[in-house]
């Protein structure tokens, strides 16, 4: 299983961003799909899920309303659209999937928020 995130960078408070998760060696379309989080001294949080089929979404009361979550499953491809982004929203963030053998992450993408 491999997954490979992209699409951080940095940002002024009330811009946006898209990231993407590619992912590989799993058949994509039967799990769901996870962003999380990770701040500086802060413990690694939950932004969104969307089912195999992604006729369902999640998200952190932090998020709702700012973020998206989609996938293609024809590109095995994750993504979450962050718009209005605050300065609170800076952390790294990674992908993620449970399968029945294992949980796996990406390597993660830095996204800071700063003016």
């Known amino acids: 299983v491999q997954l490979v995130e992209s699409g951080g960078g940095l940002v002024q408070p009330g811009g946006s961003l898209r990231l993407s998760c590619a992912a590989s060696?799993?058949?994509?379309?039967?799990?769901?799909m996870n962003w999380y989080r990770q701040a500086p001294g802060k413990e690694r949080e939950l932004v969104a899920g969307i089912e195999g089929a992604g006729r369902r979404t999640d998200y952190a009361d932090s998020v709702k309303g700012r973020f998206t979550i989609s996938r293609d499953n024809a590109k095995n491809t994750v993504y979450l659209q962050m718009d209005s982004l605050k300065p609170e929203d800076t952390a790294v963030y990674y992908c993620?999937?449970?399968?029945?053998?294992?949980?796996?992450w990406g390597q993660g993408t830095q996204v800071t928020v700063s003016s």
């Open positions: 993620n999937v449970k399968t029945y053998w294992g949980t796996y």
């Open positions: 060696g799993f058949t994509f379309s039967s799990y769901a």
